[in-house]
């Protein structure tokens, strides 16, 4: 006979107010399953105010939902977890391009 899996639940929000505390189940488990993060373990805030976890692998969306219940302002998708309550998410990391020079003539 096989045992359930208890899953664990993720609340909408943290409990202490911050907008990614409650996502840091998540965060350790992907560290656990040998995931690595990107960019220091830390959430990185772009200009437009988007914060992102990143991994240098791509997220197993499959195991995390096997493991966690996500509120209904967190969706999942092959880009990764998007918490939109928050403006925050979990994905994997796009290491920065070289920038592209301009050529304005013909």
Known sequence: M???LT???I???APNGTDTDHLLPVIDF???QGNTPAAGDAFQVNRDGLGTYGFT???DVALLQEH???PPTIKLSVDGLHDSRHFVRIAQAIPN???RKF???A
């Open 103 to 105: 050529s304005f003539e």
């Open 57 to 59: 692998q791509p997220l």
């Open 7 to 9: 899953k664990t639940v």
């Open 30 to 32: 992907l560290k656990a």
């Open 68 to 70: 966690f219940v996500f």
């Open 2 to 4: 096989s045992q359930a």
């Open 11 to 13: 609340k909408q929000d």
């Open 97 to 99: 391009q070289p920038a």
